[in-house]
Every structure is written in structure tokens, then in C-alpha cells.
């Protein structure tokens, strides 16, 4: 089992930047592919990006490619999604995710594990 907790959502003007945090707690840290996803209201949750157990490779949609970054801390089993430039689109619930399978391509990320979610809002 793995447990996922975010932080770092919140309310936004369009143009800012926001940077959330995914603590993981109950598996080896350093194998495991981390993933981020959003649902914004009324619609399915779609995939934003991933990034291997490695940190080597990371993989963001190109809805958002040039604006996010992924990025992981080891040290403190945390995964991170930097999300700058910020439009009111971009407004959603953010999960992260966590796949049991040790994977070498980002993008080919399926999730097992779920967090809770962090609510972004982006005004205009």
C-alpha cells in the first residue's frame, strides 16, 4: 500500500504560480513512478504528468508542457508539480497518483494509489 497526501492548493490570480506537494509514505520511495492528474468540474480527470522513481525521466501533457514541472525529493519521499502561468482552464482538482510498476518512460505512468486532492482555483 502506498499513502499519498497534497498540499499546496489554493486560489490564484491568472499568471501566477503554485507549486504543489505530494508526501508518500509506504513504499520504497526511490522505485516508484509518481504522477499528477486533475478534474476540473463536470469533467473526466485527466492526466497531466509523471516523472520515474529515478527522477530521470518526466512527462507533462502538452496542455500544460512549458508551464508545469515535475520534480521529486528522495530525501523526502515527496513529489512536487510546479505549475506556472497559471490560466483559469488550469482550474481543478489536483491528484497525485502513485504505479506500483517500476517504469523507465514517464509517460507510459498508470496509477494505483491515490491521494485525497488539493483544490487549485485560477481567477481571471
Known amino acids: 500500500q502506498v499513502q499519498l497526501v497534497e498540499s499546496g492548493g489554493g486560489l490564484v490570480q491568472a499568471g501566477g504560480s503554485l507549486r504543489l506537494s505530494c508526501s508518500a509514505s509506504?513504499?520504497?520511495?526511490?522505485?516508484?513512478?509518481m504522477g499528477w492528474f486533475r478534474q476540473a468540474p463536470g469533467k473526466e480527470r485527466e492526466f497531466v504528468g509523471a516523472?520515474?522513481?529515478?527522477?530521470?525521466?518526466?512527462y507533462v501533457e502538452d496542455s500544460v508542457k512549458g508551464r508545469f514541472t515535475i520534480s521529486r525529493d528522495g530525501a523526502k519521499n515527496t513529489v512536487y508539480l510546479q505549475m506556472n502561468n497559471l490560466k483559469p482552464e488550469d482550474t481543478a482538482v489536483y491528484y497525485c497518483?502513485?504505479?506500483?510498476?517500476?517504469?523507465?518512460?514517464?509517460?507510459?505512468?498508470?496509477?494505483?494509489?491515490w491521494g485525497q486532492g488539493t483544490q487549485v482555483t485560477v481567477s481571471s
Open positions: 497518483a502513485a504505479d506500483r510498476r517500476t517504469i523507465v518512460i514517464a509517460r507510459l505512468f498508470r496509477p494505483d494509489y
Open positions: 516523472i520515474t522513481g529515478s527522477g530521470i525521466m518526466t
Open positions: 509506504g513504499r520504497t520511495f526511490s522505485s516508484t513512478a
